[in-house]
């Protein structure tokens, strides 16, 4: 059983800083891509920042030169450094995990979420 659990949400004033943290746990062979999201309320889930297990990164427009993505595959972590943030970065934000265990092939597997408030 594979679990991700987030870490490092709460309430920031705009401008400010928060690093949000997702762990996975279980029998982890090897993680493909780890993503970050978002959802505002009364709006959809949007993608927000990916790295690929060979370390490419890419960003929402909306978030690029503010927030950073990294991890440590050792750790089973991925790491969300978010920067000089705004009321609209306001959200739960849910990191995905696609990744492979010892009994199954790869596939998306989904934190909890944790929520963010940036307040102006």
């Known amino acids: 059983q594979v679990q991700l659990v987030e870490s490092g949400g709460g309430l920031v004033q705009a401008g400010g800083s928060l690093r949000l943290s997702c762990v996975g746990s279980?029998?982890?062979?090897?993680?493909?891509?780890w993503g970050w999201y978002r959802q505002a309320p009364g709006k959809k889930r949007d993608w927000v920042a990916s790295i690929t297990g060979t370390g490419n990164k890419r960003y929402a427009d909306s978030v690029k030169e503010r927030f950073t993505i990294s991890e440590d595959n050792a750790k089973n972590t991925v790491i969300l450094q978010m920067d000089a943030l705004k009321p609209e970065d306001t959200a739960v934000y849910y990191c995905?995990?696609?990744?492979?265990?010892?009994?199954?092939?790869?596939?998306?597997?989904w934190g909890q979420g944790t929520q963010v408030t940036v307040s102006s």
């Open positions: 995905l995990a696609n990744l492979r265990t010892i009994t199954s092939a790869a596939q998306d597997y």
């Open positions: 279980g029998s982890i062979v090897s993680v493909n891509r």
